[in-house]
Protein backbone atom coordinates (compact mmCIF):
# COMPACT_ATOMS: atom_id res chain seq x y z
CA UNK A 1 0.00 0.00 0.00
CA UNK A 2 1.23 3.63 -1.39
CA UNK A 3 1.98 6.16 1.08
CA UNK A 4 -0.76 8.37 0.22
CA UNK A 5 -3.19 5.36 0.30
CA UNK A 6 -2.20 5.06 3.90
CA UNK A 7 -2.78 8.87 4.55
CA UNK A 8 -5.88 8.74 3.01
CA UNK A 9 -7.08 6.31 5.08
CA UNK A 10 -5.80 7.47 8.21
CA UNK A 11 -7.68 10.52 7.34
CA UNK A 12 -10.36 11.19 10.21
CA UNK A 13 -13.92 10.88 8.65
CA UNK A 14 -16.63 12.59 10.17
CA UNK A 15 -19.74 10.63 11.54
CA UNK A 16 -22.81 10.91 9.04
CA UNK A 17 -26.40 10.70 10.69
CA UNK A 18 -29.62 9.97 8.46
CA UNK A 19 -31.06 13.30 7.91
CA UNK A 20 -34.58 11.81 9.21
CA UNK A 21 -32.74 10.02 12.37
CA UNK A 22 -31.54 12.43 14.94
CA UNK A 23 -29.09 11.18 17.27
CA UNK A 24 -30.66 9.34 20.40
CA UNK A 25 -28.67 11.10 22.95
CA UNK A 26 -26.72 14.38 21.93
CA UNK A 27 -23.43 14.73 23.30
CA UNK A 28 -22.85 17.69 25.83
CA UNK A 29 -21.54 20.74 24.79
CA UNK A 30 -17.86 21.28 24.11
CA UNK A 31 -16.48 24.30 25.76
CA UNK A 32 -15.47 25.25 22.18
CA UNK A 33 -16.09 24.39 18.80
CA UNK A 34 -15.12 25.63 15.45
CA UNK A 35 -16.85 24.30 12.05
CA UNK A 36 -15.74 24.57 8.45
CA UNK A 37 -16.62 24.34 4.93
CA UNK A 38 -14.70 24.76 1.65
CA UNK A 39 -17.47 24.54 -0.80
CA UNK A 40 -20.41 21.84 -1.77
CA UNK A 41 -20.90 20.30 -4.97
CA UNK A 42 -20.63 17.79 -7.57
CA UNK A 43 -17.38 16.25 -5.37
CA UNK A 44 -17.04 12.95 -6.20
CA UNK A 45 -14.46 10.16 -5.18
CA UNK A 46 -13.78 9.34 -8.87
CA UNK A 47 -12.88 12.96 -9.55
CA UNK A 48 -10.33 12.89 -6.58
CA UNK A 49 -6.81 11.53 -6.81
CA UNK A 50 -5.74 9.74 -3.55
CA UNK A 51 -2.95 12.50 -3.42
CA UNK A 52 -5.64 15.34 -3.70
CA UNK A 53 -7.74 14.06 -1.47
CA UNK A 54 -4.66 13.60 1.28
CA UNK A 55 -3.96 18.02 0.23
CA UNK A 56 -8.04 19.02 0.95
CA UNK A 57 -7.90 17.19 4.33
CA UNK A 58 -4.96 18.84 4.84
CA UNK A 59 -5.88 21.96 3.93
CA UNK A 60 -9.23 21.59 5.99
CA UNK A 61 -7.26 20.78 9.15
CA UNK A 62 -4.99 23.84 8.36
CA UNK A 63 -7.84 26.41 8.85
CA UNK A 64 -9.41 24.34 11.59
CA UNK A 65 -6.09 24.45 13.82
CA UNK A 66 -5.49 28.27 12.72
CA UNK A 67 -9.30 29.07 14.47
CA UNK A 68 -8.73 26.12 16.84
CA UNK A 69 -5.85 27.78 18.67
CA UNK A 70 -7.67 30.63 19.03
CA UNK A 71 -10.80 29.31 21.36
CA UNK A 72 -8.93 26.64 22.83
CA UNK A 73 -6.42 29.91 24.47
CA UNK A 74 -9.90 31.52 25.12
CA UNK A 75 -10.53 33.81 22.27
CA UNK A 76 -13.64 35.05 21.19
CA UNK A 77 -15.92 33.17 18.32
CA UNK A 78 -15.48 36.24 16.15
CA UNK A 79 -11.83 36.00 16.08
CA UNK A 80 -11.97 31.72 15.21
CA UNK A 81 -13.86 32.68 12.36
CA UNK A 82 -11.95 35.18 10.86
CA UNK A 83 -8.82 32.59 11.01
CA UNK A 84 -10.18 29.36 9.98
CA UNK A 85 -11.63 31.07 6.72
CA UNK A 86 -7.92 33.16 6.49
CA UNK A 87 -5.88 30.08 5.41
CA UNK A 88 -8.55 28.80 2.86
CA UNK A 89 -8.64 32.38 0.98
CA UNK A 90 -4.84 32.09 0.80
CA UNK A 91 -4.91 28.22 -0.67
CA UNK A 92 -5.80 27.79 -4.34
CA UNK A 93 -8.12 24.98 -3.85
CA UNK A 94 -10.71 26.82 -2.64
CA UNK A 95 -12.86 29.24 -3.95
CA UNK A 96 -11.71 32.66 -2.30
CA UNK A 97 -9.01 34.74 -2.35
CA UNK A 98 -6.20 33.31 -4.09
CA UNK A 99 -7.61 30.65 -6.53
CA UNK A 100 -10.72 32.39 -6.92
CA UNK A 101 -12.79 31.86 -10.28
CA UNK A 102 -13.08 34.40 -12.86
CA UNK A 103 -15.71 36.20 -14.39
CA UNK A 104 -17.03 36.14 -17.90
CA UNK A 105 -14.68 39.21 -18.55
CA UNK A 106 -11.84 36.95 -17.14
CA UNK A 107 -11.31 38.49 -14.03
CA UNK A 108 -11.93 38.33 -10.59
CA UNK A 109 -14.72 39.90 -7.96
CA UNK A 110 -14.97 38.41 -4.31
CA UNK A 111 -17.39 38.79 -1.73
CA UNK A 112 -17.32 37.92 2.08
CA UNK A 113 -19.28 38.77 5.16
CA UNK A 114 -18.67 38.14 8.93
CA UNK A 115 -20.78 38.42 11.72
CA UNK A 116 -20.57 38.27 15.38
CA UNK A 117 -23.59 36.80 17.00
CA UNK A 118 -22.84 39.20 20.74
CA UNK A 119 -24.33 42.32 19.46
CA UNK A 120 -25.28 40.78 15.99
CA UNK A 121 -22.89 43.26 14.25
CA UNK A 122 -21.96 42.82 10.44
CA UNK A 123 -19.73 43.44 8.24
CA UNK A 124 -19.94 42.42 4.35
CA UNK A 125 -17.41 43.67 1.37
CA UNK A 126 -19.06 42.33 -2.75
CA UNK A 127 -17.00 42.77 -5.74
CA UNK A 128 -13.72 43.55 -4.65
CA UNK A 129 -11.06 43.39 -7.18
CA UNK A 130 -7.87 44.26 -5.28
CA UNK A 131 -8.10 42.56 -1.88
CA UNK A 132 -5.60 40.03 -0.86
CA UNK A 133 -8.28 38.66 1.88
CA UNK A 134 -11.68 39.66 2.11
CA UNK A 135 -12.48 38.75 4.55
CA UNK A 136 -10.25 41.19 6.22
CA UNK A 137 -12.15 43.58 4.48
CA UNK A 138 -15.63 42.72 5.52
CA UNK A 139 -14.40 42.47 9.61
CA UNK A 140 -13.07 46.14 8.77
CA UNK A 141 -16.31 47.48 7.38
CA UNK A 142 -18.07 46.04 10.99
CA UNK A 143 -15.36 47.48 12.98
CA UNK A 144 -14.22 50.41 11.82
CA UNK A 145 -17.25 52.29 9.17
CA UNK A 146 -21.06 53.04 10.47
CA UNK A 147 -21.90 50.99 7.26
CA UNK A 148 -22.43 47.15 6.50
CA UNK A 149 -21.38 46.41 3.39
CA UNK A 150 -19.37 48.15 0.77
CA UNK A 151 -19.31 46.90 -3.24
CA UNK A 152 -17.17 47.73 -5.95
CA UNK A 153 -14.71 49.82 -6.49
CA UNK A 154 -15.64 51.56 -3.30
CA UNK A 155 -14.85 48.68 -1.23
CA UNK A 156 -11.66 48.38 -2.76
CA UNK A 157 -10.93 51.91 -1.46
CA UNK A 158 -12.33 51.49 1.87
CA UNK A 159 -9.92 48.51 2.55
CA UNK A 160 -7.03 50.16 0.92
CA UNK A 161 -7.60 53.27 3.44
CA UNK A 162 -7.77 50.97 6.83
CA UNK A 163 -4.28 49.67 5.69
CA UNK A 164 -5.09 46.13 4.21
CA UNK A 165 -2.85 44.07 1.76
CA UNK A 166 -4.26 45.04 -1.58
CA UNK A 167 -2.59 43.11 -4.83
CA UNK A 168 -3.37 43.18 -8.38
CA UNK A 169 -6.36 41.31 -9.70
CA UNK A 170 -4.03 38.75 -11.33
CA UNK A 171 -2.86 37.72 -8.01
CA UNK A 172 -6.28 35.47 -7.64
CA UNK A 173 -5.44 33.85 -10.93
CA UNK A 174 -4.27 30.09 -11.23
CA UNK A 175 -4.02 27.91 -14.21
CA UNK A 176 -6.98 25.66 -12.99
CA UNK A 177 -9.24 28.50 -12.85
CA UNK A 178 -8.38 29.92 -15.92
CA UNK A 179 -9.01 26.60 -17.60
CA UNK A 180 -12.51 25.80 -16.09
CA UNK A 181 -13.56 29.24 -16.82
CA UNK A 182 -12.90 28.79 -20.51
CA UNK A 183 -14.31 25.27 -20.70
CA UNK A 184 -17.40 27.22 -19.20
CA UNK A 185 -17.68 29.94 -21.65
CA UNK A 186 -17.20 27.29 -24.62
CA UNK A 187 -19.55 25.40 -23.10
CA UNK A 188 -21.86 28.25 -22.45
CA UNK A 189 -23.42 26.56 -19.70
CA UNK A 190 -22.23 26.07 -15.80
CA UNK A 191 -22.05 22.55 -13.92
CA UNK A 192 -22.57 22.19 -10.05
CA UNK A 193 -19.07 21.03 -9.83
CA UNK A 194 -18.24 24.83 -11.03
CA UNK A 195 -19.95 26.09 -8.09
CA UNK A 196 -18.05 24.70 -5.55
CA UNK A 197 -15.65 26.41 -2.98
CA UNK A 198 -17.03 28.93 -1.40
CA UNK A 199 -15.68 28.80 1.95
CA UNK A 200 -17.17 29.31 5.67
CA UNK A 201 -16.76 29.27 9.53
CA UNK A 202 -18.97 29.15 12.37
CA UNK A 203 -17.99 29.03 15.86
CA UNK A 204 -18.76 28.94 19.86
CA UNK A 205 -16.52 30.56 22.60
CA UNK A 206 -16.07 29.21 25.97
CA UNK A 207 -18.40 32.43 26.81
CA UNK A 208 -21.03 30.94 24.89
CA UNK A 209 -20.62 33.69 22.20
CA UNK A 210 -21.57 32.74 18.26
CA UNK A 211 -19.93 34.06 15.21
CA UNK A 212 -19.90 33.20 11.21
CA UNK A 213 -18.08 34.32 8.51
CA UNK A 214 -18.06 33.24 4.61
CA UNK A 215 -15.79 33.86 1.53
CA UNK A 216 -16.28 33.43 -2.28
CA UNK A 217 -15.08 34.17 -5.83
CA UNK A 218 -18.42 33.41 -6.49
CA UNK A 219 -19.45 31.69 -10.14
CA UNK A 220 -17.14 30.23 -12.54
CA UNK A 221 -18.05 32.85 -15.50
CA UNK A 222 -20.08 35.05 -13.83
CA UNK A 223 -21.76 38.07 -15.26
CA UNK A 224 -19.38 41.23 -14.26
CA UNK A 225 -21.25 42.73 -11.28
CA UNK A 226 -23.40 39.51 -10.09
CA UNK A 227 -23.13 39.36 -6.54
CA UNK A 228 -24.46 36.04 -4.93
CA UNK A 229 -25.70 35.07 -1.30
CA UNK A 230 -21.79 35.52 0.06
CA UNK A 231 -22.17 38.66 1.43
CA UNK A 232 -25.59 39.14 1.99
CA UNK A 233 -26.29 38.96 6.13
CA UNK A 234 -29.11 36.24 6.08
CA UNK A 235 -28.79 34.54 3.14
CA UNK A 236 -25.20 32.87 3.45
CA UNK A 237 -24.17 34.18 6.82
CA UNK A 238 -25.84 34.85 10.07
CA UNK A 239 -25.07 34.68 13.78
CA UNK A 240 -26.61 35.38 16.83
CA UNK A 241 -26.13 34.13 20.75
CA UNK A 242 -28.27 32.27 22.08
CA UNK A 243 -29.52 30.56 18.70
CA UNK A 244 -27.20 29.70 16.03
CA UNK A 245 -24.82 30.25 13.99
CA UNK A 246 -24.64 29.64 10.23
CA UNK A 247 -22.74 29.91 6.83
CA UNK A 248 -23.71 28.08 3.74
CA UNK A 249 -22.29 27.80 0.57
CA UNK A 250 -23.80 26.57 -3.23
CA UNK A 251 -26.16 28.70 -5.64
CA UNK A 252 -26.39 31.81 -4.12
CA UNK A 253 -29.20 32.84 -6.46
CA UNK A 254 -31.66 30.37 -4.68
CA UNK A 255 -30.16 30.61 -1.34
CA UNK A 256 -30.51 34.78 -1.30
CA UNK A 257 -34.39 33.85 -2.60
CA UNK A 258 -34.62 31.81 0.70
CA UNK A 259 -32.68 33.53 2.88
CA UNK A 260 -30.66 30.73 4.51
CA UNK A 261 -28.67 31.53 7.17
CA UNK A 262 -31.57 33.61 8.89
CA UNK A 263 -34.29 30.85 8.42
CA UNK A 264 -32.68 28.24 9.72
CA UNK A 265 -31.78 30.52 13.06
CA UNK A 266 -35.26 32.36 12.90
CA UNK A 267 -36.80 28.27 13.00
CA UNK A 268 -34.84 27.17 15.69
CA UNK A 269 -35.73 30.67 17.60
CA UNK A 270 -39.36 30.90 16.75
CA UNK A 271 -40.66 27.23 16.62
CA UNK A 272 -38.12 25.29 18.74
CA UNK A 273 -37.00 22.87 16.22
CA UNK A 274 -33.39 21.47 16.71
CA UNK A 275 -30.50 22.80 14.70
CA UNK A 276 -30.86 19.85 12.47
CA UNK A 277 -34.44 19.58 11.47
CA UNK A 278 -34.11 23.53 10.97
CA UNK A 279 -31.04 23.12 8.39
CA UNK A 280 -33.01 20.57 6.62
CA UNK A 281 -35.72 21.99 5.90
CA UNK A 282 -34.52 25.56 4.81
CA UNK A 283 -32.33 23.33 2.94
CA UNK A 284 -35.26 21.47 1.42
CA UNK A 285 -37.16 24.59 0.02
CA UNK A 286 -33.89 25.76 -1.69
CA UNK A 287 -33.93 22.39 -3.27
CA UNK A 288 -37.77 23.36 -4.29
CA UNK A 289 -36.57 26.29 -5.88
CA UNK A 290 -33.83 24.30 -7.80
CA UNK A 291 -31.05 25.04 -6.20
CA UNK A 292 -28.11 22.95 -4.68
CA UNK A 293 -25.30 23.52 -1.72
CA UNK A 294 -24.81 22.94 1.71
CA UNK A 295 -25.03 24.67 5.21
CA UNK A 296 -22.37 24.48 8.56
CA UNK A 297 -24.25 25.42 11.14
CA UNK A 298 -23.33 25.51 15.34
CA UNK A 299 -26.37 26.26 18.13
CA UNK A 300 -25.87 28.04 21.41
CA UNK A 301 -25.21 24.54 22.79
CA UNK A 302 -22.40 23.63 20.53
CA UNK A 303 -24.06 21.21 19.28
CA UNK A 304 -23.24 21.20 15.18
CA UNK A 305 -24.78 20.13 11.63
CA UNK A 306 -23.75 19.72 8.38
CA UNK A 307 -26.44 19.65 6.04
CA UNK A 308 -26.07 19.82 1.68
CA UNK A 309 -28.22 18.58 -0.87
CA UNK A 310 -25.23 17.68 -3.02
CA UNK A 311 -22.75 14.54 -3.52
CA UNK A 312 -19.95 16.11 -1.30
CA UNK A 313 -18.73 18.73 0.85
CA UNK A 314 -15.04 19.87 1.83
CA UNK A 315 -15.98 20.36 5.57
CA UNK A 316 -14.82 19.67 9.34
CA UNK A 317 -14.81 20.41 12.88
CA UNK A 318 -12.42 20.86 15.63
CA UNK A 319 -12.92 20.93 19.84
CA UNK A 320 -11.28 19.80 22.76
CA UNK A 321 -11.35 16.22 21.94
CA UNK A 322 -9.76 16.89 18.42
CA UNK A 323 -9.91 17.45 14.95
CA UNK A 324 -12.34 15.68 12.37
CA UNK A 325 -12.54 16.48 8.50
CA UNK A 326 -14.85 14.62 5.22
CA UNK A 327 -15.05 15.60 1.83
CA UNK A 328 -17.88 12.81 0.65
CA UNK A 329 -21.40 12.31 1.59
CA UNK A 330 -22.03 8.52 2.73
CA UNK A 331 -22.03 6.86 -0.14
CA UNK A 332 -22.25 10.30 -1.91
CA UNK A 333 -26.07 10.40 -0.84
CA UNK A 334 -27.96 13.56 -1.15
CA UNK A 335 -27.82 14.83 2.35
CA UNK A 336 -25.69 14.59 5.30
CA UNK A 337 -26.14 15.46 8.67
CA UNK A 338 -23.67 15.12 11.60
CA UNK A 339 -23.78 16.25 15.44
Known amino acids: ?26 P ?14 VILRADLSAEEEVQYHAALRRALQAGGDILASGGSALDAVQAAVLPMEDDPRFNAGHGAVFTADLGHELDASIMDGRGRDAG ?3 GLTRVRNPILAARAVMEQSEHVMFAGSGADRFAESVGLDMVDNDYFSTDRRRASVQGVLDRRERSSAEKAGTVGAVAIDRDGNLAAATSTGGMTAKAAGRIGDAPLIGAATYAQNGICAVSSTGHGEYF ?29 DVADLGGD ?4 AIDETGRYAFVFNSPGMYRGKIDQDGVETAIFGPNNSATEIAQ
Open 28 to 41: ARSDWRLVIHGGAG
Open 256 to 284: IRVGVARAICARRELKGESLQVAATRVLD
Open 1 to 26: MSQIMRAVMCCLAIVACSSSVPPAEP
Open 124 to 126: AVA
Open 293 to 296: GGVI
